[in-house]
């Protein structure tokens, strides 16, 4: 008898989203498999590698490893994200505002959504604007930012049970895409696409974030969640988690301890910059393996890594 | 099933104080209320007590038996409140509530429930906390059971709880602490077994807690399980308890075994039962809107 491979019985999947507008929109989601099981059913869309750029300059903040690439751009948004874009071949770009931080600069969020606006303007990849997880100030710099880019359908993140209401309207009033942040939690991120939709934000504007624990730092976590998601998603035809997922990797794998220590200060880590790298990289094809349609990156390198895996394995 | 009220507890607002404060009259009303729901039981939740907690107890369960004549279950994980419970209990049987399965908790109180001929709850919490599946759940019940007739205390004064866990947590810990129950009987013949009921829906909406405990209930029912230790004052739940809703046991019955349901020909409450009976089972992910979808 000639040996029959046991077959996963998928019942549901995931819905396609559609990031950003025209030509180099990018559309995510829509596998009807685990991830990768191109043996089992489809998945139309490779996974996409999101490059994040800061509105900030992160000088002080980052290591040397990880500001390297980046040290003629740092101070300019603008030009920081053209060079994701132009040199690295960024396909979506993610902007975080951490100078909304009320915990640190606490810039006004007009000023925020002014410099949003003016990179969400000069790249025509997809953008998603990433908030700094505080209702208040997301709530405020996200309405200024979905009314300044309306009809550029950007995503904005995090969207959480504390400020859907707020976010999720601006994003519905303005027709762009919502990042629905729940802490590693599969019920509450259930229960958060529910209130989204109750809140009338279509199917397809919905992507998930099931907040990012990085290596050594939770990620364990993170891909349990994910997979009972997925699970739930496409076994249990759970169409209130069939959407898309996102994993902000780098913002959690670069303020981890061993990111940045130097190999003089750890040298029982090995080589700093190739431990730095390897981490974020295996941070995000974990999270992949684990059914990511979408991981936030920092390091070219760590991208390039990144990118080879998911040519290989499509 | 036998019920076992869980109200009069350190942590209500106001039984806590009460207990606090020794109002003798607020928890013998309550005492009264739970007699007239038609509990078995009082559960007396003193909570760890320190070294106020022999006091406590010795003071607490005359008190209640000056109203009622209901056995009192002893719910503190104090040794020494629990012995004086014991010495202080004089209508009927009292009831320990519980004995870990960790070999220090079954040292100080097997010989306890021997010395005073008095039931007691197995909790299945072995000496590395919960029990991963049904067939941990099993070894430790064997191990206590072991350790209990070793001791000369006949099967009927125990009763194994496979311990409740929430649903919007560890679902899939409900499902082998219902695996665990369906070999209970084969396992340990002669024996009875009780669960915390209402910990099923801790955490969720207040207002929704009553039909999730409802449906676990069901559930638990189906497989023999004795007795729970439920909230007083869910009368439905009483009523489930009593055998008197056999429509919704053979309707939960059929969504555990998997057969078509037309949602359509149920009324709104039948509906509930069968979401309920999927969230618990795990057929459908919880979220607290389970209702509403």
């Not at chain 2, 207040?206 to 638990?220: A, D, G, K, S, Y």
Request: net charge negative; hydrophobic share 40%.
């Amino acid at each position: 008898m000639a040996f029959e491979p046991a077959k996963q019985k998928y019942t549901g999947s995931i819905r396609e989203v559609v990031l950003g507008t025209g030509d180099k929109a990018v559309k995510i989601g829509g596998r009807s498999a685990y991830p990768f099981y191109t043996f089992e059913g489809e998945m139309p869309n490779p996974p996409k590698v999101a490059m994040e750029i800061w509105d900030k300059d992160p000088n002080g903040e980052w290591s040397e490893v990880a500001l390297e690439p980046f040290k003629d751009v740092v101070s300019d948004p603008v030009a920081w994200a053209k060079k994701c874009v132009e040199e690295y071949g960024a396909e979506i770009l993610v902007i975080q505002t951490k100078s909304a931080d009320p915990n640190a600069e606490n810039k006004p969020a007009v000023e925020v959504a002014e410099v949003v606006k003016k990179v969400v303007d000069a790249v025509d990849v997809p953008v998603v604007v990433w908030g700094v997880a505080n209702h208040e100030k997301d709530t405020e710099v996200m309405r200024a930012v979905a009314e300044k880019c309306a009809g550029k359908n950007v995503a904005i993140a995090p969207v959480e049970e504390g400020d859907y209401k707020q976010i999720g309207a601006a994003c519905l009033g303005y027709k762009h895409t919502v990042v629905a942040s729940s802490p590693i939690d599969v019920n509450l991120a259930k229960q958060l696409n529910i209130l989204l939709n109750n809140l009338g934000v279509p199917e397809n504007k919905i992507v998930i974030d099931p907040t990012t624990g990085g290596l050594g730092y939770g990620l364990e976590y993170t891909y349990s969640v994910m997979e009972r998601i997925t699970q739930a998603a496409l076994t249990q035809g759970d169409d209130k988690l069939q959407q898309p997922i996102i994993c902000n990797v780098a913002n959690e794998v670069w303020k981890c301890k061993e990111a940045n220590q130097t190999t003089e200060e750890a040298p029982e880590l090995g080589d700093q910059k190739t431990r730095g790298v390897m981490m974020e990289a295996v941070t995000a094809i974990d999270l992949l393996l684990a059914g990511a349609d979408v991981v936030v990156m920092r390091h070219p390198e760590a991208i390039q890594l990144v990118k080879g895996f998911i040519e290989k394995m499509m | 099933m036998k019920l076992i009220g869980e109200n009069l507890n350190i942590m209500s607002k106001k039984y806590g104080k009460a207990l606090k404060e020794r109002d003798a009259k607020t928890l013998q009303e309550l005492a009264v209320q739970e007699a007239e729901a038609g509990m078995d039981y009082i559960d007396l939740n003193i909570g760890p007590a320190g070294k106020t907690g022999e006091e406590l107890m010795s003071w607490l369960v005359p008190v209640i038996h000056e109203v009622v004549d209901l056995p009192l279950a002893l719910d503190t994980s104090n040794i020494k409140a629990i012995e004086a419970g014991l010495k202080a209990h004089k209508k009927g049987r009292a009831m320990i509530n519980s004995i870990m399965v960790r070999p220090e908790r079954m040292d100080a109180l097997l010989p306890l429930a021997k010395e005073y001929d008095a039931e007691f709850i197995g909790l299945l919490w072995g000496p590395e906390g919960m029990p991963r599946d049904e067939n941990e759940r099993g070894a430790l019940c064997a191990e206590l059971l072991f350790r209990a007739s070793e001791m000369g205390i006949p099967p009927e004064r125990i009763y194994i709880d496979p311990i409740q866990t929430p649903v919007n947590v560890q679902q899939n810990q409900i499902m082998s602490a219902l695996n665990f129950m369906k070999m209970f009987p084969d396992m340990a013949p002669g024996c009875s077994s009780t669960i915390g009921l209402s910990n099923v829906s801790n955490g969720a909406p207040e207002h929704l807690r009553p039909i999730l405990n409802q449906v676990m209930l069901i559930l638990w029912k189906r497989w023999g399980m004795q007795s729970a230790i439920v909230d007083t004052f869910d009368y439905e739940l009483h009523k489930i308890a009593r055998g008197e809703r056999p429509e919704l046991e053979a309707l939960v019955a059929k969504v555990e075994d998997g057969e078509e349901i037309d949602m359509a020909s149920l009324t709104k409450e039948e509906q509930d039962f069968v979401k309920t009976a999927r969230v618990i089972l795990g057929h459908t992910l919880y979220s607290d809107s389970w209702l509403e979808v």
